[in-house]
Each structure stands twice: as C-alpha cells, then as structure tokens.
C-alpha cells in the first residue's frame, strides 16, 4: 500500500516507543474534579447547579447556550463545593464547577436510552451527540454536533476519520484503533449516517502498520469504507493537509471542509459517538497520553474530566530529577503549564514531562533569510514576514499576508535555525487581527 502525503511539514523525532504499546488503564476516582463551563469552541455552558447541590456521574451540570455549545456532566458522583473562575491548561481562567467526590460507585453513572445504530435515524444520533457534549478530540474541541449538521447548500460526500496523530508523543489514538476497532467502525458508520454520505476514509500514517492492517482488515467487507496509509510528517492529521492527500481537494483559504465536500473527525471523536448512541454514555472521561522522558511510568489512561494534572502526574510515579517542561498536548501545538492545579477537559490528549534533553533551547539569533520556514509551511504562507508584521504592530498587512489563515501547527518554529518564536509571534498577531476583525464588524 502506497502512503499519499503533501507539500511542506517536518519529521520530528517520534518518541512513540515510550508508550505505544501500553494499553489503556483506568484512573480512578480523583477526590475532586474541577469542570470548566466552556470545554469546546463557541458559548460556554450555563450551569444547572448551585453550591451544595449533590450529583451523580454522567449527570448534567451546564447546559448547552446556543447552536455551537455543547454541555457539561460531571463525571464523579459529590457535592458541588464552589462555582467561580479556576485556572485552565489554555492559560486562561475559566468559568468552572469544583465538585468534592463522595461516591465511587460506577453503578450510579447516568446515562441514557440506547439506540439501535441500525434503525436510528440521523435527527436521533445528532440529537443524542448533542446530548452527551461530545466534542472533536482532535484538540479544537468543536461541538461534533454542529459537524454533523451541515447547512443545506453544502453537499458531503466524504467522512475521512483522522487516525494520523503527527504529533510526537501521542499514542492514544493508536491504542483506540488496536483495542477498539469495532467500536472505531461503528462510530464512523454513524457519523456517515448522520450526513447521509456513502463513502467512509480512515487516514493512517504508515508508522502504524499494525493499525493498517488491522483496520483494513475490518473494513475489507464494508460497503463505502477504506483505510488510506499517509505517509509519516506533521502536520498530516491537520485538517486541510488531510483532505488534499485523501481527495487531492483544496480547501480555499477562509473556507472550511465542508465547502469541497469532506466532514473530518477525530479517531476517539468516533469511539465517543459509538458509546453515545450504543451505550447511551455522556462524554465525562478523556483517553490521553502521559508521556516524555521526565515521567517516571508513561501510560495511555481513561482519565474523569476534571482530575487535575498533578493527580495524573502523581498516579504515573511522577517526575524525574531532570524535567524540566510539563505540556498539555503535543509538543508542537500543546501548551507548556505554569500550574499543576488545572484540569483534564474532554479534548485533553496528552500530558508530557520533558527532560532538558528533549528541550531544545538554543538562543533566539537575527533572522538568516534561509527561507527553511517557507518551504515547511503547509499552508504556502511566509512566517518570517507574518511574524516580524506582528512584531511591528502591522496588524494589516498581516492579516493581507493571511496570517488568520495560519494553523499554528508550529513547523516554522521548529525548522528556523535561529530559533525564532515564529509560532508565537504570529499566534499574538493573529489575535490582534481577529480582534480588529470583530470590532470592525460591530461597527
């Protein structure tokens, strides 16, 4: 099987070994959770509870506000201990639930209905996704309701389930596609279903043979479904890179997926829907990666939303003399924490411990005019030129130069030899750009 692949991106070293054959534990209980209200993009969630309350796991504590929302539950049976601002791994306070745990009974979990996959028609599975708050677990956390309801004058004629995952590190997709490819299959049939589509692709890249064919193997006799192997560069599970390697479509700058025809999900965005509308479960828990070489035990776990880092981080032996980074996610996209008091959300897919070793920080040099950024970027954009606008307070001629159209997949940052925080400069300007953007609106 030949790998498809696309213009630009980086090879980073893997580090997969660490933890991709690690099948995945269940954490247990943690004695609190904290839930913050906005757990995905769009509106935050109203709260459906009071200080003092008691409630069970899986039942609903923030209900969805408007079209893009999604709600909250909580994932532990306790008593609601406070509701104000807590800290977030965004680096942002959030809006949150802090609820004590009292119970650990998992007989008590909420849950709804289930739904025959074969007679349910596509109104019920998006009613029921929308129900159980799931979100993408690719890392944006976009309501998958909202995915699965296209507007009209859009025509879908191709799910492709993202079983990339580029990032170093990561492993937790790989673990769902090796113990749960029924459930894999099931999810992605439904997700077809709910768009009326005919044609299923799971994208793999080639550095999980196993998973190739394993999963090609499943599908060989389904009508509709494939297995496409990509070949192994980030950022190949980025949603545009993805659809132009599995379509040969591009989708236009400021255009979405569904403007050339194609819905992407996440692999556990899939595994969520199947346990939604098989099992009747409300998404409470979050499948992530503890990996680097500054974690003592590195595990794929089943984690409650809510457990705070530093429980996780503890239940895995904890850290090493040499750590000397903590990040939630990948170490290309994911966000390097301050404190440890934050908690696991429901697109939570990794937490890292890195050692100096891993940490390459050189100093940051004059730019050399190499170019190397421009010919990595996936996008065909020019970083050195979006930074230094961003720098330069040009806040116009960057958004002119696309800076909104930028990913922040950071392969600019990690091919400069000058070490250039490109990916941060441009991630500050194009902020300022949005901002001006809404204001500009409102006038």
Not at 191 to 199: D, F
Request: aromatic residues 4%; glycine residues 10%; charged residues 25%.
């Amino acid at each position: 099987m030949s790998s498809k692949t696309f213009h630009g991106g980086v090879h980073p070293k893997e580090y997969k070994e660490l933890t991709e054959n690690l099948a995945f534990e269940k954490f247990p209980f943690p004695e609190m959770v904290i839930l913050p209200l906005s757990q995905h993009l769009g509106k935050e969630a109203s709260p459906q509870v009071k200080k003092g309350d008691d409630v069970k796991p899986g039942q609903l504590v923030a209900k969805a506000e408007g079209f893009i929302s999604a709600p909250v539950h909580t994932s532990v049976a306790g008593k609601v201990m406070s509701l104000g601002k807590e800290q977030t791994s965004s680096g942002f306070p959030k809006d949150s639930i802090v609820i004590k745990t009292t119970g650990t009974v998992e007989s008590e979990k909420f849950l709804f209905p289930p739904l025959n996959p074969e007679t349910a028609t596509p109104d019920e599975i998006r009613e029921r996704v929308a129900l159980a708050g799931i979100v993408g677990q690719g890392g944006a956390a976009f309501p998958t309701s909202v995915k699965l309801t296209p507007p009209k004058d859009k025509v879908i004629d191709v799910v492709i389930l993202n079983g990339c995952e580029c990032e170093p590190y990561l492993t937790r997709d790989y673990r769902f596609m090796i113990e749960r490819p029924d459930d894999l299959i099931s999810g992605l049939k439904l997700i077809m279903k709910a768009l009326n589509v005919n044609r299923g692709v799971i994208g793999i890249e080639d550095n999980k043979p196993e998973a190739i064919e394993l999963l090609s193997s499943k599908v060989k006799f389904e009508h509709g479904l494939e297995v496409t192997a990509l070949k192994t560069k980030y950022p190949q599970g980025a949603e545009k890179m993805l659809i132009k390697t599995v379509t040969g479509r591009e989708v236009p700058p400021g255009k979405l997926p569904m403007d050339v025809g194609a819905v992407i999900q996440n692999i556990g965005t899939a595994i969520a829907i199947h346990d939604a509308i098989v099992k009747g479960e409300v998404l409470i828990s979050a499948a992530l990666t503890v990996s680097g070489k500054g974690i003592k035990n590195p595990k794929n776990l089943i984690v409650p939303v809510g457990t705070t880092i530093q429980n996780v981080i503890d239940y895995c032996g904890g850290v090493t003399d040499d750590a000397v980074k903590i990040i939630v996610g990948g170490p290309m996209m994911g966000v390097a924490q301050f404190d440890l008091h934050v908690p696991v959300m429901k697109a939570t897919s990794g937490i890292l411990v890195l050692t100096k070793d891993e940490v390459a920080e050189n100093p940051e040099t004059p730019c050399l005019r190499c170019g190397q950024c421009i010919g990595a970027c996936p996008l065909n954009l020019m970083p050195t030129k979006l930074a230094r606008y961003s720098q330069l307070n040009r806040f116009e001629d960057a958004e002119g130069a696309g800076i909104t159209v930028c990913m922040e997949c950071g392969t600019c940052a990690y091919t400069c030899p000058a070490n250039i925080p490109l990916v941060q400069w441009i991630r500050l300007g194009k902020q300022k750009v949005l901002q001006i953007k809404r204001d500009r609106d409102v006038k």
